[in-house]
């Protein structure tokens, strides 16, 4: 599960490396601009969560404090829900990105704004949400 875990990471590395080093490339625009680049991702949730289907559908139909504690005493579903949450920051990410182009947000300012996404995405979605007003 190590393996996994890792790789969840690193299959969305290069989006976010794109998206932060190389806003205004013109590959950056199309290979970001596919909804399906999480497809990596959730493909490394697939093969973690295939060993745990059983108790995660408990865990989410029926969700509390304890179960879901239960359940991450499991590698594999800690490695499921840690792809989860990258495919889900690199859909976000992706959006800031996409609508940031669109409003002409400078990239100096979206570039840290995004590594605070990758990092926090609870913090940084909220702050792009108030820069996207201004603009």
Do not use: C, E, N
């Not at 970001?32 to 060993?51: D, E, F, H, R």
Request: charged share 10%; net charge positive.
């Amino acid at each position: 599960m190590s393996l996994l875990f890792d790789l969840a990471f690193y299959a969305a590395a290069p989006f976010w490396a794109l998206m932060i080093f190389a806003p205004t490339w013109s590959w950056t625009a199309r290979i970001v601009g596919t909804p399906w680049l999480v497809s990596p991702v959730l493909i490394v949730w697939a093969v973690a969560a295939a060993p745990v289907v059983g108790p995660l559908w408990t865990v989410v139909t029926s969700p509390s404090l304890t179960g879901f504690t239960g359940l991450l005493a499991d590698p594999a579903a800690v490695t499921a829900v840690w792809a989860q949450i990258i495919a889900w920051d690199l859909f976000v990410g992706r959006w800031m990105y996409l609508d940031s182009r669109a409003r002409r947000v400078h990239p100096l300012l979206m570039g840290p704004l995004l590594v605070l996404t990758v990092l926090l995405s609870p913090i940084g979605l909220p702050l792009y949400l108030a820069i996207r007003k201004r603009t």
